[in-house]
């Protein structure tokens, strides 16, 4: 189901950021895990980055020391801030949330990040 509303992608140089948003519609207190994905063209779809309640924080080798996740409980929003991004990030992102119970996966709509001189 899509009901995640993510923001903040567009076309960055090289060693540039962005910052990501997803907003959930509710309260993101009681979540189970909530992440990012990102699919470039022609490659499968690649976990980026997750908070979950079980895992803690992970995030893909490609990325670590680059982009931190975080979350506003108060906004139910989770961030993904992105610094020293490579043509290699280029990407559609999307973002997730998992209940719980592990019975619900809610997406975004996705976001496109470009990273190009």
């Known amino acids: 189901q899509v009901r995640l509303v993510e923001s903040g992608g567009g076309l960055v140089q090289p060693g540039g950021s962005l910052r990501l948003s997803c907003t959930a519609p509710g309260s993101i207190d009681s979540s189970g895990a909530m992440g990012w994905y990102r699919q470039a063209p022609g490659k499968p779809r690649e976990l980026v980055a997750s908070l979950s309640r079980d895992e803690g924080t992970n995030y893909a080798d490609s990325v670590k020391g680059r982009f931190t996740i975080s979350r506003d409980n108060a906004k139910n929003t989770v961030y993904l801030q992105m610094n020293s991004l490579k043509p290699e990030d280029t990407a559609i992102y999307y973002c997730?949330?998992?209940?719980?119970?592990?019975?619900?996966?809610?997406w975004g709509q996705g976001t496109q990040v470009t990273v190009s001189s």
């Open positions: 997730y949330e998992r209940s719980i119970d592990w019975r619900d996966l809610y």
